[in-house]
Nanobody
Framework: QLQLVESGGGLVQPGGSLRLSCAAS????????IGWFRQAPGKEREWVSC????????NYADSVKGRFTISRDNTKNAVYLQMNSLKPEDTAIYYC?????????????????WGQGTQVTVSS
C-alpha cells in the first residue's frame, strides 16, 4: 500500500522553527514531485511549497517565501519542510502529497497521494 506519513508538527511560539518530514512507504519518492499543503480551520486547503522529482526546482507560496525551505533526501525516501520565523497565521494541518510527474505544481487535484497531516500550532 502506498502511503505518505507526515511528522514533526507541534506547538511553537511565534518566531520559532519546526521541521516537518514526509516519509513514504510502499513506493519510492524518487519518481514523484512532492508538495506541501496546509489547511487552517474554516479555510480551504492551500499550497505551500513543492520540490521537483530531481530536487533541482522548488517553489513557494508568497506567504512563506523566505521563511520556509523544502528539501528532499531520496536516499532516505523523505522530503522535509524547514519552517522558520513562524507566525500565528501559519497555524494549520500540514499535508504532504505526491505527484506522478517531474515538475512542481501548486494545483491540488494533480497530486495522486496524500498523507494524513500533522498539526502545526503557532501561539504564545
Amino acid at each position: 500500500q502506498l502511503q505518505l506519513v507526515e511528522s514533526g508538527g507541534g506547538l511553537v511560539q511565534p518566531g520559532g522553527s519546526l521541521r516537518l518530514s514526509c516519509a513514504a512507504s510502499g513506493f519510492t519518492l524518487d519518481y514523484y514531485t512532492i508538495g506541501w499543503f496546509r489547511q487552517a480551520p474554516g479555510k480551504e486547503r492551500e499550497w505551500v511549497s513543492c520540490i521537483s522529482r530531481s530536487g533541482l526546482s522548488t517553489n513557494y507560496a508568497d506567504s512563506v517565501k523566505g521563511r520556509f525551505t523544502i528539501s528532499r533526501d531520496n536516499t532516505k525516501n523523505a522530503v522535509y519542510l524547514q519552517m522558520n520565523s513562524l507566525k500565528p497565521e501559519d497555524t494549520a494541518i500540514y499535508y504532504c502529497a505526491g505527484l506522478s510527474g517531474p515538475l512542481c505544481s501548486g494545483v491540488t487535484y494533480q497530486y495522486n497521494y496524500w498523507g494524513q497531516g500533522t498539526q502545526v500550532t503557532v501561539s504564545s
